[in-house]
């Protein structure tokens, strides 16, 4: 079974694929620069075992953003797991060919969601990941990963708006019913929610300009759904686990061979010993 672990600014998201290709389980967890391995690596073994899952767990990946949290899994993987992660970069197998100025600026989780695009859905497509930040990945209709959008997240915006006013206060993310607020948290819901809303519908108008046809729209991340109630036209696809698909058809493209060459020799192995 396959560990793909997605390491974000705030969170990170990690999953168990079986050899089928299924998903079997996901959990989030905060990204904490001040733990240890020892911490994560007790976590992620306690998290498998309560899942019964970690005796059955033989290869995993890493996607990162947050460079000292990717040594630190890393770590833990090899000491809790005895796994040596692949640790995804801009110089991996990929299913898209990276067309930037800089390819090694792109960010391992945007090159995860570009390749899940280029693989499971009709293109050209715009992959919106709401997080942190809210970014956009664009694949053209030739498995080009041609660039995108980053943009501050609704979390961003709700803090903003509180850390920097003396009156405003912190608030719940939720679509709001209107887009005229009658008191002060309906009023910034509305500008956060509805705002963002507008801009990704307007944003998504102006790459298709650019591409010069309709694309495939995917959402993913934890306010998709909000944000779909706000939308005239909204997503074609809300994927929730979108970057996770990503990552997993990045090993089978980056270690699959090696995978099947472990098997071979176990098998060869095995009737060895029967011999």
Same mark, same amino acid.
């Given at each position: 079974m396959l560990l793909v672990i997605d390491i974000g600014n705030t969170n990170t998201n990690l999953g168990v694929f079986a050899d089928n290709g299924e998903l079997q389980k996901s959990w989030n967890i905060a990204s904490d620069t001040s733990r240890f391995e020892d911490e994560y690596g007790i976590l992620i073994l306690s998290l498998l075992k309560n899942s019964n899952i970690a005796p059955h767990i033989d290869s995993a990946i890493i996607s990162s953003v947050v460079a000292p949290l990717c040594e630190t899994y890393k770590t833990a993987l090899e000491k809790y797991l005895n796994?040596?992660? !692949?640790?995804?970069?801009? @110089?991996?197998?990929?299913?898209? @060919?990276? %067309?930037?100025? +800089?390819? @090694?600026? =792109?960010?391992a989780d945007r090159l995860a969601n570009a390749s899940? =695009?280029?693989?499971?859905?009709?293109?050209? =497509?715009i992959v919106i990941d709401l997080g942190t930040a809210t970014s956009f990945d664009i694949v053209d209709e030739n498995k080009n990963f041609i660039g995108g959008i980053i943009a501050p997240g609704l979390k961003i915006q709700a @803090?903003?708006?509180?850390? !920097?006013?003396?009156?405003?206060?912190?608030?719940? $993310?939720?679509?709001? +019913?209107?887009?005229? #607020?009658? %008191?002060? $948290?309906? =009023?910034?819901?509305? #500008?956060?929610?509805?705002?963002?809303a507008a801009m990704i519908e307007g944003m998504i108008e102006q790459c298709e300009e650019e591409l010069g046809q309709k694309a495939t729209v995917i959402a993913t991340g934890g306010y998709s759904c909000v944000l779909f109630d706000t939308m005239k036209r909204g997503f074609d696809y809300i994927n929730p686990s979108l970057t996770l698909e990503g990552l997993k058809i990045l090993y089978g493209m980056n270690c699959g061979e090696c995978e099947n060459d472990k098997q071979n020799n176990l098998k060869s192995t095995e009737t060895a010993a029967l011999l």
């Amino acid at each position: 079974m396959l560990l793909v672990i997605d390491i974000g600014n705030t969170n990170t998201n990690l999953g168990v694929f079986a050899d089928n290709g299924e998903l079997q389980k996901s959990w989030n967890i905060a990204s904490d620069t001040s733990r240890f391995e020892d911490e994560y690596g007790i976590l992620i073994l306690s998290l498998l075992k309560n899942s019964n899952i970690a005796p059955h767990i033989d290869s995993a990946i890493i996607s990162s953003v947050v460079a000292p949290l990717c040594e630190t899994y890393k770590t833990a993987l090899e000491k809790y797991l005895n796994i040596t992660p !692949f640790v995804l970069s801009h @110089k991996a197998k990929l299913p898209v @060919k990276i %067309d930037l100025k +800089q390819p @090694k600026e =792109a960010g391992a989780d945007r090159l995860a969601n570009a390749s899940a =695009a280029a693989v499971l859905y009709k293109l050209p =497509a715009i992959v919106i990941d709401l997080g942190t930040a809210t970014s956009f990945d664009i694949v053209d209709e030739n498995k080009n990963f041609i660039g995108g959008i980053i943009a501050p997240g609704l979390k961003i915006q709700a @803090k903003s708006l509180s850390r !920097f006013t003396s009156k405003l206060p912190k608030l719940k $993310i939720e679509a709001p +019913q209107n887009a005229i #607020g009658k %008191d002060t $948290i309906s =009023a910034m819901l509305s #500008g956060i929610v509805r705002g963002h809303a507008a801009m990704i519908e307007g944003m998504i108008e102006q790459c298709e300009e650019e591409l010069g046809q309709k694309a495939t729209v995917i959402a993913t991340g934890g306010y998709s759904c909000v944000l779909f109630d706000t939308m005239k036209r909204g997503f074609d696809y809300i994927n929730p686990s979108l970057t996770l698909e990503g990552l997993k058809i990045l090993y089978g493209m980056n270690c699959g061979e090696c995978e099947n060459d472990k098997q071979n020799n176990l098998k060869s192995t095995e009737t060895a010993a029967l011999l």
